[in-house]
């Protein structure tokens, strides 16, 4: 095999990983998290691989969204700033900014 071939199931093997570690971390046994995760592997395989390669963003945005939401719905619940900020590691000055945050995606 050459080495282009041997990375590229590499490629293969390290996405199944990881998607079998989340499934795992879900509760699915470890057994059946790992056939899914290859089935699902092989999947991706067949819908983009190819000649083309595929961008997958690190999706920061919407990351940084969703914590936001969280920090706003704990608040909403009562919970108390500082112990919101500490569990984000937040600074007071930052928690303010995301909690005046206006942009139209809250909206």
Request: net charge neutral; hydrophobic share 40%; charged share 35%.
């Amino acid at each position: 095999m050459t080495e282009p071939a041997i990375r590229y199931i590499e490629i293969l093997d390290e996405l199944a990983a990881t998607m079998a570690a989340s499934l795992i971390e879900d509760g699915i046994p470890s057994d059946r998290a790992r056939v899914a995760a290859e089935r699902a592997a092989e999947r991706v395989q067949e819908e983009f691989g190819g000649g083309s390669p595929v961008y997958i963003p690190k999706g920061l945005g919407y990351q940084l969204a969703r914590r936001n939401a969280e920090i706003r719905r704990r608040l909403a619940a009562g919970e108390p700033r500082d112990v919101v900020r500490r569990a984000f590691s937040l600074t007071n000055e930052r928690l303010r900014q995301i909690l005046a945050d206006d942009t139209p995606s809250r909206r």
